[in-house]
């Protein structure tokens, strides 16, 4: 199973930027799927996480950022609005395959003024 994300790149403060993440190599479907993050110097850290129902934002992208995704195509997105200059850090998408963790190879979101 491989990851591809896409969608990163330089946006202002206060801007918007959508992030994707397409699974390939399985037939299967993910039964989770997330994003996470880690900024320069720190640990990674999660931005959310669907997974049986439920969606697990953190704290500090609740109300900002707002996961999608389309299972026929194993695809997730990330609508990640008001963006601040904290939130800039390479972007990771997680899938789960019976189980088991995928990483997609991180894209960068960076912002700025």
């Known amino acids: 199973v491989q990851l591809q994300a896409s969608g990163g790149g330089s946006v202002q403060p206060g801007g918007s930027l959508r992030l994707s993440c397409a699974a390939s190599g399985t037939v299967f479907k993910s039964n989770g799927m997330g994003w996470y993050r880690q900024a320069p110097g720190k640990e990674r850290e999660l931005v959310v996480l669907q997974s049986g129902g439920a969606t697990n934002y953190g704290n500090s992208v609740k109300g900002r950022f707002t996961i999608s995704r389309d299972n026929d195509k194993n695809t997730v997105f990330l609508q990640m609005n008001s963006l601040k200059p904290e939130d800039t850090a390479v972007y990771y998408c997680?899938?789960?395959?019976?189980?088991?963790?995928?990483w997609g190879q991180g894209t960068l979101v960076t912002v700025s003024s």
């Open positions: 997680n899938m789960f395959f019976f189980g088991r963790p995928y």
